[in-house]
């Protein structure tokens, strides 16, 4: 796991979310949906800790796991910068697959934003949801993120260069049947996994959830930045009503394929 400590150490994660807002904005809906209206909750695999601070500004207690030290740093001087760090019962260095600092039926909801991206072996994607499940109290509500297999295979498509060694049908078609992606530009968004989208709900489900939701969190992502600057220069209210209508949509099993980043609600059953 060292490349994906060294990746997120250099990148901006925080920014990110700033860059593509409309992820943010989709998940905190459904994520607000779900929640729970108190309580602890974890966000497991948390990078810097956006969708913690919301969290925690809700009035929710936080614990926030993250693989790479260096975000953990960045989280919990985000929150003391945000004048939260009373909301959190702590800031870990922690591995998804192995959460043996938290305690079993320890939160009412927990979020799992990231890792699953980077688990390209079956047992450890199985072992990290176990993990979740266990820290989880009985009803408790989990969000999960994964990506679409389907919709990198028709990025590499559009944009070969850009996601190298998938800039040959070779590769694509290698990657279909894998669902593992390991980017041949140093530095890259590397060490990944693909699910394709009708294997998450049983995935998760096997793992003892009840499945309440699973939406697209990023189809915005298929209008470019031509696109977006179209409707930007209608105006913010034109903006607003994008936004709505992909919110209104997320959950439609019609697009899932069009969204980069999957949102999966679940509720622990025992």
Known sequence: ???????????????????????????????????????????????????????????????????TPKLVE????????????????GFYVADARDLNKLEDNQFDASLMLGPMYHLQESDDRIKAVEELYRVTKKDGIVFVAFMSRIRHIFSSLISPENWKPNNNMDSITQFSQTGCFNHADEGRFTGAYYFNIEEIKPFME???????????????????????NYWREKGENEVEKIIDLIINNAADPHILGVSSHLLYVGR???
């Open 206 to 228: 096997a793992q003892g959830f009840e499945t309440l939701e699973l939406i697209g969190s990023n189809v915005g992502a298929i209008l470019n930045n031509e696109s977006w």
């Open 1 to 67: 796991m060292s490349n994906i400590i060294d990746y997120y150490r250099k990148f901006d994660e925080w920014g990110r979310l700033d860059r593509e807002p409309i992820e943010f904005q989709v998940n905190w809906h459904y994520i607000k949906k779900y929640m729970p209206k108190n309580g602890c909750v974890l966000d497991n695999g948390a990078g810097p800790g956006k969708y913690s601070m919301e969290l925690a500004k809700e009035g929710y207690k936080v614990t926030l796991t993250d693989l």
């Open 268 to 270: 622990k059953k025992h």
């Open 74 to 89: 960045v989280a919990e001087s985000k929150a003391n910068e945000l004048n939260l760090n009373e909301q959190f019962n």
